[in-house]
């Protein structure tokens, strides 16, 4: 069964750095688009970062210049690389990708649980 799995969140400064990893687990065929959201209290979950199997990337304004997707297709493993971080970065951040493994019909959107990144001012 395939599953993603986020690592990286945590409690960081405002003008400091996280890295995200999301990894992709089971019998796995093809991986297409992976992405990252976030979904900070109160609000609804929005685009953070695509990037496509080629490497195509696209950013939600907020993070252009700061924020880094980028991915590993031999390993499976997207990264979301966040610098200049601000506290209106906190949000529960998670993993998503269109991936066609064993048991799919065709190609599924996967989502991982989630994990926290706090930025404290």
């Known amino acids: 069964q395939v599953q993603l799995v986020e690592s990286g969140g945590g409690l960081v400064q405002a003008g400091g750095s996280l890295i995200l990893s999301c990894a992709a687990s089971g019998i796995i065929f093809r991986i297409n688009t992976m992405g990252w959201y976030r979904q900070a209290p109160g609000k609804q979950r929005e685009l953070v970062a695509t990037?496509?199997?080629?490497?195509?990337?696209n950013y939600a304004d907020s993070v252009k210049g700061r924020f880094t997707i980028s991915r590993d297709n031999a390993k499976n493993t997207g990264y979301l690389q966040m610098n200049s971080l601000e506290p209106e970065d906190t949000a529960v951040y998670y993993c998503n990708a269109q991936i066609y493994g064993l048991g799919d019909s065709g190609l599924r959107v996967y989502w991982g649980q989630g994990t926290q990144v706090t930025v404290s001012s």
């Open positions: 990037i496509t199997s080629g490497g195509n990337t």
